[in-house]
């Protein structure tokens, strides 16, 4: 297998550091717009990695190198924004594709807290046809959440229960970051946009629908230390992928961000700094078209680079309530990262590499022929028990707590 990895960012740095350790690939590029951050990701890892330049929004571009390095795969590690025109070249190139995160939903224009307008990934799902007729898959939404959380809701249904009322998936964490009053974890802009558009939830007897953002909190009980945290909903793929072939009453997602952070976040979107059109300002050079959110993102820190200064632990896990033998049952299957260990075992902190080695090991799952199939995909598609046992291997168990 050859993989062009597109995005050198935190997760694609990480993603090369997982990958050297295996031997299922022959090769990987690693394109990032930034050549200096591709040549970073790939300095210690030897022959097997090629740092090259690349625009993710160049359809054309990106086409061209799947072709000249003769890639199977292209790995998608850039925020939202690029999913398309990356998806779009994988398609055009003959090669299959896999991202982390799925195309951009947009509200209702009328009646945005009530029902949905595009859902998330809706412009990949409408090319299914195409991805069959061309005889290749695209596995979309395979990092942690979207990704390893939806893995667990399908072995879920498949080992755990006979009837399932409801998959939550709940996230939290007791992570601090010495130094800064705030830095996020993860990418601002993607943080920005799940948490601040529309959530949707899913529910048998009515379909998908939306609420307001920041509804429904509850006090979830994290594991391993972490604790109890306040989650709530936040539009996310899980919601639109999990119903696709896991049989549900109800789907929801749920975040533990925090009153002091969903302050910040309130506060960016009422003075506008949340937006992704262009504002005109002044510069030494003249006036130049700047996204307010691209503002926000430039004068935080980069969370790739926060490790040193980070200290806790990260959950991502699905829990889920139903029926088993004819008895009530409720569990919660989870992924528990330290920040400690993770700085320590590949010098990334725990966030993104907990993002990272999802993807890695489903393209092994891919190239052993293990995970098989034709078209736009979720990872509720595959099964479960191959995945959840290759984690293993690769030193990064996972849990399963009765409720």
Not at 3 to 18: D, E, H, P, Q, S
Not at 386 to 397: V, W
Request: with cysteine.
């Amino acid at each position: 297998m050859r993989i062009l990895l597109v995005g050198a960012g935190g997760v694609g740095t990480a993603i090369t550091g997982i990958a050297a350790r295996r031997e299922f690939f022959d090769h990987m590029v690693v394109a990032d717009y930034d050549l200096s951050r591709a040549r970073a990701a790939v300095a210690p890892l030897g022959p097997r990695f090629t740092a090259v330049r690349a625009d993710a929004a160049d359809r054309e571009a990106i086409t061209g190198l799947l072709r000249d390095h003769r890639c199977d795969v292209l790995l998608n590690a850039t925020d939202p924004r690029f999913v398309m025109p990356l998806f779009e070249a994988a398609l055009a190139s003959g090669a299959h594709y896999l991202d982390m995160a799925m195309s951009l939903s947009r509200p209702h224009p009328e009646r945005p807290y009530e029902e949905v307008g595009v859902k998330l990934g809706d412009e990949q799902f409408a090319r299914d046809d195409d991805w069959r007729r061309a005889g290749r898959l695209a596995l979309v939404g395979m990092g942690v959440e979207p990704g390893m959380s939806d893995v667990f809701a399908r072995y879920a249904a498949d080992e755990l229960f006979d009837e399932i009322e409801e998959i939550g998936v709940r996230d939290g964490a007791n992570l601090t970051v010495e130094g800064y009053e705030f830095a996020p974890s993860f990418s601002i802009w993607t943080t920005i946009e799940e948490c601040l558009n529309p959530p949707v939830v899913y529910e048998r007897d009515r379909g998908w629908f939306t609420t307001e953002p920041f509804s429904e909190p509850e006090v979830f009980d994290f594991p391993e230390g972490i604790g109890p945290i306040e989650c709530v909903n936040v539009e996310h793929e899980e919601v639109v992928l999990v119903p696709r072939w896991v049989d549900a009453g109800r789907v929801t997602f749920k975040y533990g961000l925090g009153e002091e952070f969903v302050a910040r976040l309130k506060t960016l979107r009422e003075l506008g700094l949340s937006d992704t059109r262009p504002v005109t300002v002044p510069t030494s050079l003249g006036p130049a078209e700047v996204s307010p959110r691209d503002v926000v993102a430039a004068v935080l820190p980069d969370p790739a680079g926060l490790g040193d200064r980070m200290r806790g632990k990260t959950c991502a896990g699905t829990w889920v309530k139903g029926v088993k033998d004819g008895r009530p049952r409720e569990v919660y299957l989870y992924h528990v990262v330290d920040n400690e260990w993770s700085m320590r075992e590949y010098g990334s902190q725990a966030v993104v590499w907990q993002t990272a080695i999802n993807p890695v090991a489903a393209l092994e799952l891919v190239a052993s022929g293990v995970w098989k199939g034709e078209g736009v995909l979720g990872p509720e598609a595959f099964p479960p028990r191959p995945f959840l046992d290759l984690l293993e291997t690769y030193g990064s168990p996972w849990g399963l707590r009765e409720q």
